[in-house]
């Protein structure tokens, strides 16, 4: 099956070559897309062997990834691995995650932090994850616990779904992506994952994450189920 990594950056001019590079490696093309970046990310991308598609403004995650993700179904690709440009998803892990995706033959295949038992949050933090986990597990019908994880591997046909419609919203394009897959009858799986505390760049603030969580609380609690498509 025809795979490619799709890196969504933005400012991670320190990392963002060494995560092509582990790419390389592996053998697996990568597609960088900066998102309006002010630095030099594109360039480092770009030395490093990777296809760059730039954005003249920033858009966010959600964004990024649409953009990857039509740019892989345009060029033939079937599958695609969403992988961070700050070196937090362990390549290793790759293995682990397109084993799954073949194994049970699903459509997205999420890198769970928390199903190896190593992986260390915060007790509110850890507390609201497991419990936005229960939540959307119920919905879906499937068990997932890292349901905010972005190392994920997107299989056709749900790739050319999300290349049309694909949430923008910071943690939409997680959460709700979720949501998005169960409505169009996208079979889901997850599979532990190896990933590493954030060596460079800036995280989302905890003010900032926390406005978007209340927005993702309140498009779950009024957006109605839907069944499956």
């Given at each position: 099956?025809?795979?490619?990594?799709?890196?969504?950056?933005?400012?991670?001019?320190?990392?963002?070559?060494?995560?092509?590079?582990?790419?390389?490696?592996?053998?697996?093309?990568?597609?960088?897309?900066?998102?309006?970046?002010?630095?030099?990310?594109?360039?480092?991308?770009?030395?490093?062997?990777?296809?760059?598609l730039?954005?003249?403004?920033?858009?966010?995650?959600g964004?990024?990834?649409?953009?990857?993700?039509?740019?892989?179904?345009?060029?033939?690709?079937?599958?695609?691995?969403c992988?961070?440009?700050?070196?937090?998803?362990?390549?290793?892990?790759?293995?682990?995650?397109?084993?799954?995706?073949?194994?049970?033959?699903?459509?997205l295949?999420?890198?769970?932090?928390?199903?190896?038992?190593?992986?260390?949050?915060?007790?509110?933090?850890?507390?609201?994850?497991?419990?936005?986990?229960?939540?959307?597990?119920?919905?879906?019908?499937?068990?997932?616990?890292?349901?905010?994880?972005?190392?994920?591997?997107?299989?056709?046909?749900?790739?050319?779904?999300?290349?049309?419609?694909?949430?923008?919203?910071?943690?939409?394009?997680?959460?709700?992506?979720?949501l998005?897959?169960?409505?169009?009858?996208?079979?889901?799986?997850?599979?532990?994952?190896?990933?590493?505390?954030?060596?460079?760049?800036?995280?989302?603030?905890?003010f900032?994450?926390?406005?978007?969580?209340?927005?993702?609380?309140?498009?779950?609690?009024?957006?109605?189920?839907?069944?499956?498509?």
């Open positions: 099956m025809k795979t490619i990594a799709v890196i969504p950056a933005y400012n991670e001019e320190e990392t963002v070559g060494a995560v092509v590079g582990q790419l390389d490696e592996l053998g697996l093309a990568a597609v960088v897309i900066d998102d309006g970046s002010s630095d030099r990310t594109a360039e480092r991308a770009a030395a490093a062997g990777a296809t760059v730039r954005h003249p403004t920033n858009i966010g995650v964004g990024a990834l649409r953009t990857g993700f039509a740019y892989a179904a345009r060029t033939g690709h079937e599958r695609v691995i992988v961070d440009a700050d070196l937090q998803h362990e390549p290793s892990s790759i293995g682990e995650l397109l084993d799954a995706a073949d194994t049970t033959g699903a459509e295949v999420i890198g769970s932090r928390f199903a190896g038992g190593t992986y260390q949050v915060s007790g509110s933090r850890r507390l609201l994850m497991k419990a936005l986990g229960r939540w959307i597990s119920r919905r879906v019908g499937s068990e997932l616990d890292d349901v905010t994880s972005g190392f994920r591997v997107i299989t056709e046909p749900l790739l050319s779904r999300f290349a049309a419609d694909y949430p923008a919203e910071f943690l939409g394009d997680t959460v709700e992506a979720i998005q897959a169960h409505a169009s009858g996208a079979r889901i799986a997850q599979t532990g994952v190896i990933m590493a505390p954030r060596p460079a760049g800036e995280a989302t603030s905890r900032h994450a926390a406005g978007h969580l209340l927005r993702l609380f309140l498009v779950l609690v009024v957006t109605p189920r839907r069944g499956r498509a």
